[in-house]
């Protein structure tokens, strides 16, 4: 299924498009209205985005394809005119993509308004069929989440476990290596959430996460799927995590045992291996690092090892998500064999959790996260559903597993709950 905006037909109505240089305008996400936001920000720096000039929501096999055809013919008929010229200047779209090919939801938006900053350099974006001002920017306080309840999602934590424990004897049984098993938690709240609270929180304590938003999916990702920018592609894989205690000494010497840790390792090899044979067709050379480094977050510590290359061929970032999802880090190894064992066992409507979510620009520049630390806004705004989820190996313990999840429940969570 495809639905673009019948008010932008490509050819006939192009999009206008304006970028101008603006003073700081101080922390991004404060900007953000109430209705219609997008954010992609990373310490400091990033996308805000509101309204809506131009949308496509497609679902299916083809959905990465289909949106990439849409965006192509959108951007090549656009009219801009940018003084900025830095990636996330111009014409841009925020994207939300999901993690099967079946689910509905999957979208990419052109806002009316784009705010970036990068590097000290702040700009506003235009977007519209006629020619409009840059709005006054005027920055807001979002209401605090209240009276906000957890539970266990439709899978609760006995059965969790019992199913991390049916995926180890899969593993046992051959046919596959890794799985990435998943599950929710439902948070209810007294009064429908303003999701720009939680995004400020997520930002604020989670400044090297790219924290997001589109249409109602939120969360603050470590993962880097993939980064183009001016030929250069970036991966950050992440595979292997360790809960932070909150004792400095003692959580130093837990991230020394992950970097030497063989199920981690092993398990970070995988996830490494996916993504340097996906990118490998598309670059002409390409860097991967033996040896992972330790990712410290306040809430856990994960390997993790950036991918680099240099791109051979015209493929647009989201193109190169699409040849890279789902890597081993949420689905598992070998991918097909996992993504089937994930349908077959988890129990669990995955919806945009797990996907790429990011923003592309018009030459095919843009990043997309995997949509990880994250939660999906569900009836009138009053219940959230938060997700997490852990590779599974044939030593995984499912109680430590267990424990995992919650650790990575941790984020989107102290964001939901109202501060006493
Ligand atoms: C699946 C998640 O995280 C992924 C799984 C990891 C692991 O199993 O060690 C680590 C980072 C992510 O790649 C999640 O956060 O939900």
Request: proline share 6%; glycine share 10%.
């Amino acid at each position: 299924m495809t639905v673009s905006n019948p008010a932008v037909d490509a050819a006939t109505a192009p999009l206008l498009v304006r970028s101008s240089p603006i003073d700081d305008p101080g922390a991004l996400l404060s900007l953000l209205p109430s209705a219609d936001a997008f954010a992609w920000v990373h310490g400091g720096d990033g996308l805000v985005g509101w309204g809506r000039a131009a949308e496509f929501s497609t679902a299916g096999s083809e959905r990465f394809t289909d949106a990439a055809a849409w965006w192509q013919d959108l951007s090549a008929h656009a009219v801009v005119r940018d003084d900025i010229d830095v990636p996330g200047s111009g014409l841009v779209a925020f994207g939300s993509f999901t993690f099967t090919d079946d689910a509905e939801g999957s979208t990419l938006v052109v806002p009316e308004v784009v705010i970036g900053r990068r590097d000290g350099v702040a700009w506003v974006t235009v977007i519209g069929l006629g020619i409009s001002s840059a709005p006054e920017l005027v920055a807001s306080t979002p209401s605090e989440p209240v009276g906000t309840t957890f539970a266990d999602g439709p899978v609760d934590s006995v059965t969790w476990q019992g199913l991390v424990g049916e995926a180890v004897r899969r593993i046992e049984q051959g046919g596959l290596d890794k799985v990435v098993l998943a599950r929710d938690l439902v948070a209810s709240l007294d009064e429908p959430l303003d999701v720009r609270a939680p995004l400020a929180r997520l930002a604020a304590d989670y400044p090297s996460c790219w924290t997001f938003h589109v249409d109602g999916f939120f969360g603050s990702t470590p993962e880097m799927l993939v980064r183009l920018e001016r030929g250069l592609v970036t991966s950050r894989v992440l595979a292997g995590t360790i809960r932070r205690t909150g004792d400095d000494a003692h959580d130093l010497a837990l991230a020394g045992s992950l970097a030497r840790s063989s199920k981690d390792l092993e398990e970070h090899e995988y996830a490494v291996r996916s993504v340097a044979e996906a990118l490998a067709p598309h670059c002409t050379s390409m860097n991967v690092p033996e040896t992972p480094f330790v990712l410290h977050l306040p809430n856990v510590m994960h390997l993790a090892t950036d991918v680099t290359g240099v791109i051979r061929d015209d493929a647009s970032a989201l193109s190169l998500a699409a040849s890279l999802h789902p890597s081993a880090a949420v689905g598992g190894t070998p991918t097909a064999e996992a993504v089937r064992l994930i349908a077959e066992i988890e129990l669990l409507d995955r919806g945009r959790y797990a996907g790429p979510v990011g923003w592309i620009g018009a030459s095919g520049d843009g990043e997309w996260g995997i949509g990880l630390r994250s939660a999906q806004i569900e009836d009138d705004g009053s219940v959230v559903r938060l997700f997490a989820g852990c590779g599974i190996v044939a030593d995984s313990v499912p109680a430590d597993e267990l424990a995992e999840s919650n650790a990575k429940l941790i984020p989107v969570r102290d964001a939901l709950t109202p501060r006493g």
